[in-house]
């Protein structure tokens, strides 16, 4: 089977998530979502009722919270302090404060050793999220940055959360460049393709056709 690490980078709505779990599922190694322990650090600040935009404040809650991730790509599986969070860090309020709290580098510290702990622990693992090729695994065997163009991203957001309507097509498209934006303007650790990564535009892929190459380039890179 498949030994390695597997870098999954790349802005919102690419359907990274989706292909990395199927990946790591095909491969057979661990699974895990970055951006689910940003999500449920902003738990814990919106929680602690701190100012997501308060880094210090942020800093000191995050630093006091304990978060778990599972790392199975068929369980879902997020805690703050022993709570299940995992249906509460996909919604609005979450999603709206995310940004400010993963670019206080306090919070991105704690939760980059966290996340070399659970890779270490895996002789073979699909890790997604925005820094990951050039900050948390420098290293990685195969380091992949996944893109689409910008309205095939709102298009697959909506469709995900059930939503038709033109004008709220247009805010979830809004919501996007926002977050882009912040995530690859922030100074720690900003979004952008490792020098070593291979590009995938998925525009115009289905999900299995940008599985399959996942999975190809996997075993290239060994
Ligand atoms: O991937 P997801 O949309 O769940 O990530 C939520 C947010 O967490 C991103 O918009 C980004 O601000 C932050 N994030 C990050 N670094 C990562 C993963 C996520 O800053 N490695």
């Keep these: 089977g498949f030994r390695g690490q597997v870098t999954l980078d790349g802005p919102s709505g690419t359907g990274k998530s989706s292909v990395a ?7 057979g190694a661990a699974y895990l979502d970055t951006g ?3 999500r449920a650090a902003t738990v814990a600040v919106l929680d602690a009722g701190v100012d997501p935009e ?12 304990r978060i778990e991730v599972g790392t199975a790509a068929d369980v879902e599986l997020v805690r703050v302090d022993g709570v299940d969070v995992a249906v509460r860090i996909r919604g609005a309020e979450v999603t709206r404060a995310v940004s400010a709290v993963s ?16 890779v270490e622990a895996a002789d073979a693992v699909v890790v997604e999220g925005r820094d990951i090729g050039t900050v948390v695994l420098p290293g990685a065997t195969c380091k ?3 893109t689409a163009a910008p309205e095939a991203r709102a298009q697959r957001r909506a469709a995900q959360l059930g939503v038709r309507d033109v004008a ?9 460049r926002r977050r882009d934006t912040y995530d690859s303007s922030r100074a720690d ?3 952008r393709p490792a020098a070593d990564a291979v590009v995938v535009d998925s525009t115009a892929l289905d ?4 599985v399959d190459r996942v999975v190809e380039l996997a075993h290239e890179s060994l």
């Design 103 to 118: 670019a206080v580098p306090a919070v991105r510290r704690q939760l980059v050793d966290q996340q070399r702990a659970l």
């Design 168 to 176: 709220e097509i247009a805010a979830i498209a809004a919501d996007l």
């Design 189 to 191: 650790s900003p979004l």
């Design 144 to 146: 992949i940055y996944l």
């Design 21 to 27: 779990r199927a990946a790591a599922a095909r491969l």
């Design 54 to 65: 308060d880094a210090e404040a942020v800093a000191a809650v995050v630093a006091g919270a």
């Design 207 to 210: 999900r299995d056709q940008v």
């Design 36 to 38: 689910a322990m940003y």
